[in-house]
């Protein structure tokens, strides 16, 4: 497993972060997205959106739990499971033709549905630390 911490130093760094893996993503990538509330989730995806050409806006699914973008190079699943109960919702959601298709799956709060979770995804977790700034990321990217 591959490990890779980039800090940064403010909004827009974290979003052309964002940005970056949004361009180099390929079909069929899962990626959980791991962080507390505020750290820049929200921001960090919308610029992975950015990086797949997509053009709308891109707000976390809180209370939806899942988003489909499709006006991008690749189609873009993004989940927010926080208000999962248990993993039949996911399966009413249809969550394996996100998982398995043509798109890219990004996944909020994925340990609360870990048990489906396919081991070959890719983990971001976001933290930030007040001692070196309000806009300070430490952003470990785990392949």
């Known amino acids: 497993m591959a490990v890779r911490i980039i800090e940064t130093q403010s909004p827009e760094e974290t979003f052309l972060l964002g940005k970056s893996i949004g361009e180099a993503a390929v079909p069929g990538q899962i990626y959980t997205l791991h962080g507390d509330l505020g750290v820049g989730k929200t921001l960090f995806t919308q610029g992975v959106a950015a990086g797949l050409g997509i053009s709308g806006v891109v707000s976390s699914p ?82």
């Open 62 to 143: 809180t209370f939806t739990i899942l988003q489909v973008y499709e006006d991008g190079r690749l189609p873009f699943y993004h989940f927010d499971v926080y208000r999962i109960a248990d993993i039949e919702e996911m399966e009413e959601l249809g969550y394996d033709d996100c998982f398995f298709g043509e798109g890219i799956t990004f996944i909020e709060w994925a340990e609360r549905i870990e048990e489906i979770i396919p081991e070959n995804h890719i983990s971001i977790t976001i933290e930030k630390n007040l001692e070196r700034g309000f806009d300070y990321r430490r952003i470990t990217i785990e392949e």
